[in-house]
């Protein structure tokens, strides 16, 4: 069996499917982002693994900088700048 010399390990993307942004433009400090949407939402950070609870009287929560680009694509979520 021949070996690819590392062409498929190179050809990869290197960003995953369905992030948005590139994380180098995103802080490791907090940001803050805002619900708009009914009722109550529970989004668990990708990375820290940190549960964020939106709504329910809460209108702005803290997200670890890290999480962020992940939250943005959430529906009914808003970066607050």
Known sequence: MSCCGSQRAAARPTQ??????DARHWSAGAVMFEYS?????VVTG???GTVYRFGGGAGR???HGSDAPSLVSVPGLK???
Do not use: D, M
Not at 16 to 21: D, E, F, H, M, V
């Open 79 to 81: 970066l607050v700048r």
């Open 37 to 41: 949407g009914q009722g109550q939402l």
């Open 61 to 63: 929560v803290s997200v």
């Open 16 to 21: 995953a499917p369905g992030s948005s942004g």
């Open 46 to 48: 990708p990375l820290t």
